[in-house]
């Protein structure tokens, strides 16, 4: 063999072992990254009742409105009172909406979760919740109290001979200026 055949095929070799080191001594590559539709949020189960076509439980997407959900329900009855319903109001999952007949006035009360519903007022006391003789569920059904709270206000009423106005809401523990002004006009010491 001739010289240039030789250094032919050392550069041939060369060129194949350089080849070699850089594949072992490159970085490994990994799998690319797949990505995922984003998901789309869990629709909110609404119960409608009340002066509405279709009274019933609906699914509806998050984000959806009160006047979303009667319009599920096929709608109000010409007998709504829709004036009591604040139809622009957000929907959360697992409300209860009740839309009050002409004559029936209705407000805003905490379901079990905190989240807001819409029924007829209590009928104690001409509506008024009597934070002197209430029970732990006539207590819970005033917006912003739930069972500790409404266990405040009872352990307040007990060691304080009863509440003497309704201002003295504010000196229970969890119980502000905020509050107050949410039940102030729902409450009574009579």
């Given amino acids: 063999m001739k010289s240039w055949q030789h250094t032919l095929i050392g550069v041939f070799f060369g060129l194949i072992l350089s080849g070699a080191i850089l594949l072992i ?3 490994p590559r990994g ?4 990505l995922l539709p984003a998901p789309s949020p869990a629709p909110v189960s609404i119960h409608v009742s009340g002066a509405v076509l279709n009274p019933g439980v609906y699914q509806l997407p998050q984000g959806s409105r ?8 096929g709608g ?3 007998e709504a ?12 999952d697992g409300e209860k909406i009740s839309v009050p007949f002409a004559g029936e006035s209705a407000q805003i009360i905490p379901s079990k979760d905190n989240s807001f519903v819409f029924d007829e007022a209590p009928a104690e006391s001409g509506g008024l919740v009597n934070l002197n003789t209430a029970s732990l569920e ?3 059904s ?4 739930g069972e500790t709270r409404a266990k405040a206000i009872i352990t307040y009423r007990e060691n304080n001979a009863g509440f003497k106005s309704i201002e003295e809401i504010q000196k229970v523990p969890g119980i502000g200026p905020v509050i ?11």
């Fill in 25 to 27: 001594a490159s970085p």
């Fill in 31 to 34: 799998r690319p990254v797949e």
């Fill in 66 to 73: 009160v006047e979303d959900a009667v319009i599920a329900a």
């Fill in 76 to 78: 109000a009855l010409d």
């Fill in 81 to 92: 009172n829709l004036q009591e319903v604040n139809l622009a109001a957000r929907l959360k």
């Fill in 138 to 140: 006539e207590l819970q």
């Fill in 142 to 145: 005033l917006p912003g109290i």
């Fill in 180 to 190: 107050y002004e949410r039940l102030k006009d729902l409450i009574t010491v009579e």
